[in-house]
Structure formats: C-alpha cells, structure tokens
C-alpha cells in the first residue's frame, strides 16, 4: 500500500492501535521521510539497510523522536547488513521475495536467512530486545516454516487481506 503522511494522519486520528510504517524510500529523502511519518502519528518506522548512513540516521531520528525503528533487509542483500542496526533497532523485517511483484513464493534462502539474523542479534546480546519478522511469501504453509528459522512474527499481506472472512 502507498500512504502519505496525511493518510496516517487521518488514520491516527481514528485509531489507538499503533501505526508502522515501513519506508521504502530513498537514502536521500529517508529522514525527512521518518520525520514526516513520526510527526503524522506514526508509532513505528522501518528502514531499508540499503540506506546505510542514512538509514542509521533515520533509525536514530526516530528514536529521538519517540517512536520505534526497525531495519528491514532485502532479499538480495547480505544478512551481514543488518548487523551496524542492531544497537539501535527493537525490530529485524527479513524479505522472503523480491520487492515489487506481489503473489511470489517464499525464496527458498528466507529461511536461511532468518537464522542467520537470529545468530547475529545473539551475538550482539540483543536477540531478547529485537523482534525478528518475516515479510513476502507469508502462506498458511510457510508460517510454520518460518517460526521454526527464527521469525517472532510475520508481515500479513495476502493471507489477510485475501481472506474472504476477513472479520473472522
């Protein structure tokens, strides 16, 4: 989904439950972005490792502005790139399919890479403080697959918004 600030504004406005909002923007417009997000009445905030400096940056703007940050890993990225992130983050989002295609299957290295985000967040002593998710390829059979590499929790898409009892 695309939203603006003005969206999470209004949405803000309307709701007590927390507001992630994952940002899949630019290293040149990533903090101007947090802020904006923040400033909306986003909760939460997830940049892409990709980033880098910049990424780090908004992670800690967010922080300094009393929201949550978390780094957000793409499939084709080394998992090594989330380690300079795990000081300042309280949630990991591994990618389990290439970006901008919707409806592909979980990669068959989403697993692998779970576990090696888990053993990173182990040896910087922070596996106990930093969520690890999972996001792309989310199927009612890949679910259990996914918690036993290590993912806490996953990103819904599809296997929410396609159900047809959506209320339950």
């Known amino acids: 989904f695309l939203f603006f600030p003005d969206l999470v504004a209004r949405i803000a406005g309307l709701t007590a439950k927390p507001i992630h909002v994952h940002l899949m923007v630019d290293e040149a417009i990533v903090e101007a972005q947090t802020r904006q997000f923040i400033e909306a009445g986003a909760d939460m905030i997830s940049v892409h490792a990709e980033n880098g400096e910049a990424g780090l940056r908004a992670v800690r703007l967010a ?3 009393g929201a949550e940050a978390g780094v957000v890993l793409r499939l084709e990225t080394p998992v090594e790139a989330v380690t300079a992130f795990v000081p300042e983050v309280a949630f990991v989002t591994l990618l389990g399919t290439a970006i901008g295609v919707k409806g592909q299957s979980l990669s068959d290295k ?3 890479r779970l576990g090696a985000a888990r053993a990173i967040l182990r040896e ?3 596996e106990a403080q930093v969520v690890l998710a999972a996001d792309g390829g ?18 819904l898409g599809s296997l929410a918004f396609g159900d047809k009892d959506l209320a339950g």
């Open 124 to 126: 910087a002593g922070r």
């Open 138 to 155: 989310i199927r009612h059979e890949t679910v259990p697959l996914l918690r036993a590499a290590g993912a806490e929790t996953v990103v």
């Open 63 to 65: 922080r300094e502005l």
């Open 110 to 112: 989403a697993c692998d």
